[in-house]
C-alpha cells in the first residue's frame, strides 16, 4: 500500500522560506514521478510542482517559478519542496502526490495522495 506522508509545514512570514518534505513508502520510490499540490481555502486544489521519476526533468506552475524548488532523493524515498520568496497568496494546504504509473515525467493528476501539511504566509 502506498503511503505518503510530508512535514515542514508551519507559520513564516511574507518573504522568509520553508521547506517541505514527504516520504514514500510501499513501493520501488525511484521509478515513480512525484508532486507537489495545494488548496487554499475556499478554492480548489492546483498543481503546483512535479518532478520526473528520473529526477531530471521539473514542472512549476507559473505562480511559484522561480521560487519553488522541487527535488527527490532516492535513498531516501523522499521528495522536497523548498519555497522563497513565500507570499500570503502562498498560504495553503500541500499535498503530496504520485503517479499510479511508473516511468513517467510528470505526476499527472495525481493517483496517491500524503494527509496535507498546513502552510500558512503572514503579511
Known amino acids: 500500500q502506498v503511503q505518503l506522508v510530508e512535514s515542514g509545514g508551519g507559520l513564516v512570514q511574507a518573504g522568509g522560506s520553508l521547506s517541505l518534505s514527504c516520504a514514500a513508502s510501499?513501493?520501488?520510490?525511484?521509478?515513480?514521478?512525484m508532486g507537489w499540490f495545494r488548496q487554499a481555502p475556499g478554492k480548489e486544489r492546483e498543481f503546483v510542482a512535479s518532478i520526473s521519476w528520473r529526477g531530471t526533468d521539473t514542472d512549476y506552475a507559473d505562480s511559484v517559478k522561480g521560487r519553488f524548488t522541487i527535488s527527490r532523493e532516492n535513498a531516501k524515498n523522499t521528495v522536497y519542496l523548498r519555497m522563497n520568496s513565500l507570499k500570503a497568496e502562498d498560504t495553503a494546504v500541500y499535498y503530496c502526490?504520485?503517479?499510479?504509473?511508473?516511468?513517467?515525467?510528470?505526476?499527472?493528476?495525481?493517483?496517491?495522495w500524503g494527509q496535507g501539511t498546513q502552510v500558512t504566509v503572514s503579511s
Open positions: 510501499g513501493r520501488t520510490f525511484s521509478i515513480y514521478a
Open positions: 502526490a504520485a503517479p499510479a504509473r511508473p516511468f513517467t515525467v510528470q505526476v499527472g493528476e495525481g493517483d496517491y
